[in-house]
């Protein structure tokens, strides 16, 4: 496997047009055959060489932008708030019932970290 860059890639159909055989292409670039043919395919189905792509994949955040500000905005006001505190401040202004875990892990991809209290 190597990364081939999308404009090393355009030049395929250019190449095609004077050369006849996938194999002699992937020759001359020293890029394998079926990633030639996968790559001319792409070009004839999509019009371009890279596929378009299907949008956003696996299950949805269970936590939006506007409840991820609140949380935020949760914490400006009381920095040493506990995952439970949060939890229900999130739920009395935004009405989301989610587990704590959901917090700290949401929190903690934003760049938050905490203490753990013992």
Excluded: C
Aim: glycine residues 6%; charged residues 30%.
């Amino acid at each position: 496997f190597r990364y081939i860059h999308p404009q090393q890639k355009a030049l395929l159909p250019t190449i095609k047009k004077t050369v006849e055989r996938n194999r002699d292409i992937a020759e001359m670039t020293e890029i394998s055959a079926r990633t030639v043919r996968r790559t001319l395919k792409n070009y004839y189905d999509y019009g371009d060489v890279v596929p378009p792509r299907m949008g956003q994949v696996g299950r949805p955040r269970a936590l939006t932008g506007l409840d991820m500000l609140y949380l935020e905005g949760l914490i400006e006001r009381r920095p040493d708030s506990t995952a439970s505190e949060l939890r229900w401040g999130l739920f009395d202004g935004m009405r989301v019932n989610v587990d704590e875990s959901t917090i700290t892990r949401a929190l903690h991809r934003h760049g938050y970290s905490y203490k753990k209290v013992r």
